[in-house]
């Protein structure tokens, strides 16, 4: 148990040296720990700024939105209950008839256990 502690400690040490010599001090040089000067913007120029944003968001606004131009699905046609019944009571006699007559297979797939038992 010493070994593999040990082993593990020695596999450590170099992984985390690195990850200690690899870290700055935290400094930022000056020459480049700062932005280009700006000069401020007037309160005119801001003004102006505003509206034409505010003349291109009213046209975005007016605009075709997201969805728009997207016909919506046409519903189904309805089916009456009576047809739907007749149709439900045709099929279970189909499926009926097909599974006396052994066409169609007990599990579904060859894997099924069923299928396996056979020999």
Avoid: H
């Avoid at 930022?28 to 309160?43: E, N, S, W």
């Avoid at 975005?60 to 046609?77: L, V």
Wanted: proline fraction near 8%; avoid cysteine.
């Amino acid at each position: 148990m010493r070994k593999i502690l040990l082993t593990a400690g020695l596999a450590l040490i170099p992984m985390i040296a690195s990850t200690a010599f690899a870290q700055s001090s935290g400094e930022v040089d000056p020459a480049q720990g700062k932005a280009r000067p700006v000069a401020p913007t007037t309160p005119a120029e801001r003004s102006e700024a505003r509206g034409e944003r505010k003349t291109t968001g009213a046209a975005a606004a007016r605009g075709p939105q997201i969805g728009e131009g997207q016909t919506q699905p046409t519903a189904a046609p309805k089916v009456s209950r009576e047809d739907r019944k007749a149709a439900n009571s045709k099929r279970r006699a189909a499926t009926g008839q097909a599974n006396k007559s052994g066409e169609l297979s007990r599990g579904g797939n060859t894997d099924a256990p069923e299928q396996q038992k056979k020999p």
